[in-house]
Every structure is written in structure tokens, then in C-alpha cells.
């Protein structure tokens, strides 16, 4: 079972303490069902952190934009096939911040910036 490990400003962060624990077993990935190409497939933390469905992750590649979205909004995953077919109907709630691909990227061009 994942277990708090920060909580800032009232967000809990989330780490994987079981890796056995896979919430897409026994079920079709959101990347499948989504038809994504192994290029986002690989950089998305959904595919690095499977212990919680995509709804639950911040900064997936879905929840991007070209308008410099932070991967926060989870709007989109209301209407979301993945979520309907697998949310039961639960508030959607981030579970996992700062390992979203935002991050990844906000990290490179700090990097290329030095």
C-alpha cells in the first residue's frame, strides 16, 4: 500500500512501498486504451507508477497542454474513457505530485539553461 511521505500546504505526496501493488492488473492501461505511441508512453510517470491510476497522477501527458499547464487539471479525466471505465464514480483527487513529465521538461530547460 502507497504511504504519505510529504505534505505540503495541505497536498499529500505519495510513494510506492509495495512493489508488487499495480492498479492496472487485470485491467487494459490507460495507454493502451488510449492508443498512445511509445514516445509518450515512455516519458509518462502513469507507465513508472503504476501502483495508481492515471486520475491520480500529476503531470501525465493527457493532462498537458500547449498553454503551459502544470498537469494539475483534472477536468479532462471527468470525461475520460480510462476514468469511467475504471474511477467508480469517485471524486477525482492527485495523489502523486512532481513526477509528472511538466516536471521532467520544467527540469531539462533548467538544465539547458546552465
Known sequence: ??????????????????????????KSPCWDL????????????VTQYQFLPCWEIEGTYCKLDDMGSSGKDTTMCQTCRVYK???????VRLKLFGKGMDTHLKEMEQAEAK
Open 85 to 91: 471505465k475504471y474511477g467508480n464514480g469517485e471524486p
Open 34 to 45: 488510449c492508443n498512445c505511441p511509445d514516445v509518450i508512453k515512455n516519458e509518462c510517470p
Open 1 to 26: 500500500m502507497p504511504k504519505v511521505v510529504e505534505v505540503t500546504n495541505g497536498v499529500q505526496t505519495i510513494e510506492k512501498t509495495d512493489k508488487r501493488s499495480n492498479f492496472w492488473t487485470d
